[in-house]
């Protein structure tokens, strides 16, 4: 319940393409709203003018079971570059808006591979074998 009214204004939003052996798929551009306060997620189809598909919600608001761990989604599943199946579908997400980036950043303890200082690290720690010019 604590969580509920803590978290319950943060919506992190991602673009998501979808996984599928359909040659037809292959462009098809997804938006995945996660709901920090009660971990529902929504997902909502972006769709070109004319490309004979139908834009908008592709898939209510509701817990989505993760079915590699049986347990719920949680916000600190959703990362750049994973995999996440949602529905029977399998999306991949790439990338995020500037408000879910920061949320992310602000947040290290949820999101590890976001910080800043994680990522300063892995950066220098194979360019510390190397010698400065």
Not at 26 to 44: A, H, K, L
Not at 117 to 127: H, M
């Amino acid at each position: 319940m604590k969580k509920m009214f803590k978290q319950d204004m943060h919506i992190l939003r991602f673009n998501a393409k979808l996984i599928s052996t359909e040659p037809d798929d292959e462009d098809r551009q997804f938006i995945i709203s996660f709901y920090c306060g009660d971990d529902t997620i929504q997902v909502y189809e972006v769709c070109d003018k004319n490309s004979g598909r139908i834009g908008g919600k592709f898939m209510e608001r509701k817990l989505h079971k993760n079915p590699v761990t049986s347990a719920y989604y949680k916000e600190k599943d959703f990362l750049i570059g994973r995999t996440v199946f949602l529905g029977g579908f399998k999306f991949q997400i790439a990338s995020a808006d500037e408000y879910t980036e920061k949320y992310m950043e602000d947040n290290p303890d949820q999101f590890p591979e976001q910080s800043l200082e994680n990522i300063i690290t892995k950066i220098k720690k194979p360019a510390s074998a190397h010698k400065s010019l």
